[in-house]
């Protein structure tokens, strides 16, 4: 894909870029291990002292970074603007918590004294998706950083810009030279890059394909990955739920950043009772959404991202509608300059059909009706995901059974699946291995060091 900021909302090409050559590369990756030798070496403090600037710089040119993040993908501004004040959070929370998460841990045994020191591995590459252009990178670099490794990012090529300005913002905050390095690079130089020996481990967030793709050539290496994929979540109604607070976060559990979140509520499984009910109340906020210029605040929906992506959206409505899907709203291509989908609701989904097995990244909800908890679950598990899950109930017994059958990273009981500085967050199945966030994510990217003295 070629590396530029092409405006969603037109297809305006407003900067192109050229990727780095061979030795450019190599001056980052040298720069890199040796910013690595001193940086090891610094204290959890002067960590801490800049990624709690970081945070202010972050606060302090919301609006700028939330424009850009709009300009490069769409997404609507009031909800960059969140996206920037998470940024902040995250940079604080591991620069208050690093040294908890980091303390030695001492264990009695034969030895005089044993334990456990976590010590950084040195350069980390992170492959990073363009929906969260900057939290994806932000919850990556916070622990990582705070742990004493170094990073080099390679963002996904419609969002250059916001990767040049993550770079910046670090060496503002006081990071020293090489710490923090965006790569302008297409996917397929990340291979190289992955098999130098200097670089020591890498995450990635994105597609299945890539994910397999980049895990392949880590394991190849013998070198450790994480990833964070995609997801075909779903969002459990039983008839005991509150059917209307459940139809009102459902419409921000799908539409959120205009349905391209791994994590977004993609599959609504009703319980026969209650599904005539809550199809109504979707159907009915559906109807007053407001699609237009993400920069406008009052603009509920936005752009895709990408023509690329509308025209996935497109097929997967197109070919799950031929297969006998009914149209509740939307589903009809739109004519505008721009990547503009409509909310669409798809029922009485074939089995068959891409609705049942593939990611809808897009502002499509899918509803299916079952008859009880255990069609529910089955359901559920009924995919090659394993991201999140949400189920809407009020018996005890039911999220017993959920949380112990549901195959997933995570289960949020009457409310949306999120993700939480203090909770791991990270997937089963195809959505992935391994942990962000709280004291698992900062553990991913660490030495875990045995010390045995007599
Ligand atoms: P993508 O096409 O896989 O791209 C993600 C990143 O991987 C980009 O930087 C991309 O670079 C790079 N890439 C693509 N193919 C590659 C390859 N063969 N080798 C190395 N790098 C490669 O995914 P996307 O369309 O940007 O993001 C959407 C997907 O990400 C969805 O499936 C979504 O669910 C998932 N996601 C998961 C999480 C999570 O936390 N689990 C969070 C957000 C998104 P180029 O842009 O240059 O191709």
């Keep these: 894909m070629t590396i530029a900021t092409i405006n969603p909302l037109n297809g305006e090409i407003l900067q192109t870029f050229t990727p780095l050559t061979s030795q450019e590369i190599e001056n980052k990756l040298s720069l890199g291990v040796n910013g690595f030798q001193d940086y090891r070496l610094t ?66 045994t034969d030895a005089t004294k044993s334990y456990v020191t976590y010590q950084p591995l040195g350069i980390i590459l992170a492959v990073m998706p363009w929906n969260f252009p900057f939290w994806q990178v932000f919850r990556f670099l916070s622990p990582a950083l705070m742990a004493g490794n170094v990073g080099l990012l390679k963002h996904a090529s419609n969002v ?105 509520a993609k599959r609504f499984i009703l319980h026969h009772n209650i599904a005539d009910k809550f199809q109504e109340l979707l159907l009915e906020k559906y109807r007053n959404l407001t699609l237009g210029d993400p920069l406008n605040p009052n603009t509920d929906i936005g752009p895709l991202a990408t023509p690329n992506i509308l025209k996935d959206i497109t097929n997967q409505v197109n070919k799950t509608v031929e297969m006998g899907a009914k149209v509740l709203i939307g589903g009809e291509i739109m004519e505008s300059k721009g990547n503009f989908y409509p909310p669409t609701i798809l029922t009485d989904i074939p089995v068959n059909s891409p609705a049942m097995k593939e990611e809808f990244f897009g502002p499509v909800a899918l509803l299916f009706r079952v008859n009880n908890l255990k069609e529910a679950i089955d359901l559920a598990n009924n995919t090659i995901f394993g991201l999140g899950a949400s189920i809407w ?45 709280s004291i698992e994510g900062m553990h991913e990217f660490v030495n875990i060091k045995t010390v045995w003295q007599k």
Excluded: H, W
């Excluded at 990624?51 to 850009?68: C, D, H, R, T």
């Excluded at 993908?73 to 620069?95: D, L």
């Design 43 to 108: 204290s959890l403090e002067f960590r801490g002292e800049k990624l709690l600037k970081a945070a202010v710089i972050l606060e302090e040119n919301q609006e700028k970074y939330a424009q850009l993040m709009t300009i490069e993908m769409g997404k609507p501004i009031k909800q960059a603007m969140t996206e920037i004040n998470k940024c902040a959070s995250v940079c604080r929370f591991y620069a208050e918590n690093a040294q908890k998460f980091l303390t030695p841990k001492y264990t009695d």
């Design 160 to 264: 250059p810009q916001c990767a040049l300005a993550i770079e910046s913002i670090l060496l503002s905050a006081g990071f020293p030279e090489g710490v923090f390095q965006t790569l302008l690079i297409e996917s397929p130089q990340v291979e190289k890059v992955l098999r130098d020996t200097r670089v020591k481990a890498v995450t990635l967030t994105g597609s299945e394909l890539a994910g397999k793709s980049v895990a392949s050539i880590a394991g190849q290496e013998l070198k450790k990955s994480v990833l964070e994929l995609g997801g075909s979540d779903p969002f459990i109604v039983l008839d005991d739920a509150n059917i209307e607070e459940a139809a009102q976060v459902a419409v921000t559990a799908r539409l959120s950043n205009n349905g391209q979140t791994c994590i977004a």
């Design 393 to 437: 109930t009020k018996n005890e017994d039911n999220i017993e059974i959920a949380v112990r059958d549901i195959e997933s990273g995570s289960v949020f009981i009457n409310g949306l699946v999120k993700s939480d500085l203090r909770l791991p967050f990270g997937g089963t199945k195809q959505s992935g291995y391994g942990r962000e966030l």
